[in-house]
T-cell receptor, first 113, second 113 residues
Framework: GDSVTQMEGPVTLSEEAFLTINCTYTATGYPSLFWYVQYPGEGLQLLLKATKADDKGSNKGFEATYRKETTSFHLEKGSVQVSDSAVYFCALIPGNRDDKIIFGKGTRLHILP | DSGVTQTPKHLITATGQRVTLRCSPRSGDLSVYWYQQSLDQGLQFLIQYYNGEERAKGNILERFSAQQFPDLHSELNLSSLELGDSALYFC????????????FGPGTRLTVL
């Protein structure tokens, strides 16, 4: 079945470091891909999305490119800040008109000042 | 503030009991989604309603049920509660379907003793 696998955390980085959080997926058809962020004590917020192959989603300095050939949607940021500390979830919606959203297990990111 | 409200914020109850969680979507959004977040299961999609009708079903137990009312608010009913039902329950809303941006509420933390 459809699934999302993302790197296990926690990930600890120093401020201004380069960030990559890996995400790979398994899906039939052509899914839409998402990254959500959950700050401490809050609900999830959509960070970025891509709906077709080679699309790049970007927001707040974060980027992710929909790679169909490697079934990946890795999240990157060139220079992280302490305020980026949160849990990041990769997710997909299958491309078969099924509205179920499938989340990865989440990656906790901790940025040190 | 996402515009999605959930009540109550916290709920403590005993095994075997029944509780109702309430969600008011953002103004204009027709779809409402329910999610369960726990440490062992991660974030699980439970169910989606669109304009009063059930649209998609995820890993929702038979002891759980939901509905969306004509004013578009939604309720999630959890019955015969077990210790393992202790979790954070999120509601989200979107304009139409799941590929539209979902806006999450702050969640209801349920503790079953």
């Amino acid at each position: 079945g459809d699934s999302v696998t993302q790197m296990e955390g926690p990930v600890t980085l120093s401020e201004e470091a380069f960030l990559t959080i890996n995400c790979t997926y398994t899906a039939t058809g052509y899914p839409s891909l998402f990254w959500y962020v959950q700050y401490p004590g809050e609900g999830l917020q959509l960070l970025l999305k891509a709906t077709k192959a080679d699309d790049k989603g970007s927001n707040k300095g974060f980027e992710a490119t929909y790679r169909k050939e490697t079934t990946s949607f890795h999240l990157e940021k060139g220079s992280v800040q302490v305020s980026d500390s949160a849990v990041y979830f990769c997710a997909l919606i299958p491309g078969n008109r099924d509205d179920k959203i499938i989340f990865g297990k989440g990656t906790r990111l901790h940025i040190l000042p | 503030d996402s515009g999605v409200t959930q009540t109550p914020k916290h709920l403590i109850t005993a095994t075997g009991q029944r509780v109702t969680l309430r969600c008011s979507p953002r103004s204009g959004d027709l779809s409402v989604y329910w999610y369960q977040q726990s440490l062992d299961q991660g974030l699980q999609f439970l169910i989606q309603y669109y304009n009063g009708e059930e649209r998609a079903k995820g890993n929702i137990l038979e002891r759980f049920s939901a509905q969306q009312f004509p004013d578009l608010h939604s309720e999630l009913n959890l019955s015969s509660l077990e210790l393992g039902d202790s979790a954070l329950y999120f509601c989200a809303s979107s304009l139409q379907g799941a590929t539209d941006t979902q806006y999450f509420g702050p969640g209801t933390r349920l503790t079953v003793l």
